[in-house]
Structure formats: C-alpha cells, structure tokens
C-alpha cells in the first residue's frame, strides 16, 4: 500500500462545475497536509495547506481534513479551463520525520469549455 | 526577486558520466530538497538537508551524493552509479521544518544519451 493515494484520474469536469480531488495517507501522525498543481512540464505550485481538521478556504479552493479517517480532499468551485493540470496531495511527516514530505501520484484535472 | 533557480534547465548526459545540478535559493530558508520525477508519477525524494552541512537520505538517494556548504546552495550530482537516471530533477526549499510548505524551483530535465 502507498503512503498517499489519490485518485489515479483523470478526472474531467465541465466549466463552472466544482471539481472533487481526493487523496488517503497511511502514517497517523502525520502533521501537514499539501495540494500543490503542476501544470505540464513545469514545476509544482504551492497551493493549500491544512494542518487541522475541518474545512480551509481560499478564493475557489477548500481544502478539507480528516484525520480520524485519514483523508483530505480540494475542492475547486467554478473550474475554469486554466484549473487543467496535474494536482498531487503531500503529506507531512510526524514529530519525528517532520522535515521529510510525501507526495502522491498526482490527479490529472481537464476543465472543458 | 526572491525564488529558487536551477540550472541547466535541460542536460544531457553520456553513459558513464556524472553530472551536477544546481540548486540556488535567495529565500533565506533552513531546509532544501531534492526530488525526482518520472513521467506520469508523484515526486519521490532524494535527499534533504536541514541545516547547513548536514543532509539526509531519502527515499532513492542511491547514485546520487549532495553537499550543503552554504544556506544558499544545495548541488545534487547524479553519479555513473545511477543507471537510470533519465527524469526531472526539482528542488525545492522550505522556512522550517515543522511546516514544511515547499516552493519548488523549475526543474532540471536530464536525460541519458
């Protein structure tokens, strides 16, 4: 079993629909919880970050945690066709390993016109 | 400008060779990484560093050796020991270790000739 999994994609949605991404981890004492998108051939890009559990918003993204179930998903209202790119969940390590990131597979996202 | 360089963008490399890839931050951050990227797959971790003159192994260090000399600089020199070296190579930087959000440089493809 993965560390992190995420939904191996890809995923289409139509613009202006709200785009559902979901990733699980396997280490409980896990801290931080990441999105980051990479769009083709370029480098990933910072997106959201959550480290407590509920929901986090910001612009059209929510980021939201479960750490009794060991999920966190992005939600993205309103995609747009520039929302199109690869989007990895990452996952920080527990007190002990706290310097040392995870990364899941990636959810490639297509907003079509 | 405050952000992270890499550089060759592109590299070619012959059998039997070793190369260094260069990673510069001005962002005055504690900690740096290295990642590798294969197509179509998440970011797996090479070795990070914390603190200057320090670093640790990550997940597929092997053929590969860093040095941290200076705050600024985290060179990753990809050895003749690594036989399938052909990816994208990102680093990437962070303020400190119990957060984590990392901001990536824009890559370095290197591939085997």
Redesign the interface.
């Known amino acids: 079993q993965k560390e992190?999994e995420q939904n191996s994609g890809p995923l289409s949605v139509p613009e202006g629909a709200i785009a559902s991404l979901n990733c699980t981890y396997s280490d409980r004492g896990s801290?931080?919880f990441?999105w980051y998108r990479q769009y083709s051939g370029?480098?990933?890009?910072?997106i959201m970050?959550i480290?407590s559990n509920g929901d986090k918003e910001d612009g059209r993204f929510t980021a939201q945690l479960n750490k009794a179930s060991q999920y966190v998903s992005l939600l993205i209202r309103d995609s747009q066709p520039s929302d199109s790119a690869t989007y990895?969940c990452?996952v920080?390590g527990d007190n002990t390993n706290?310097?040392?990131?995870?990364?899941?597979?990636?959810t490639t996202l297509t907003v079509k016109p | 400008d405050g952000g992270i360089t890499q550089s060759p963008k592109y590299l070619f490399r012959k059998e039997g060779q070793n190369v260094t890839l260069s990673c510069e931050q001005n962002l005055n951050h504690d900690a740096m990484y290295w990642y590798r990227q294969d197509p179509g797959q998440g970011l797996r971790l090479i070795y990070y560093s914390q603190i200057v003159n320090d670093f640790q192994k990550g997940d597929i260090a092997e053929g590969y050796s860093v040095s941290r000399e200076k705050k600024e600089s985290f060179p990753l020199t990809v050895t003749s020991a690594q036989k399938n070296p052909t990816a994208f190579y990102l680093c990437a930087s962070s303020i400190a270790k119990s957060y984590n959000e990392q901001f990536f440089g824009p890559g370095t493809r290197l591939t085997v000739l």
């Open positions: 992190v801290q931080s990441f370029k480098s990933p890009e910072l970050s480290y990895l990452a920080n706290a310097g040392k990131s995870t990364f899941g597979d990636g």
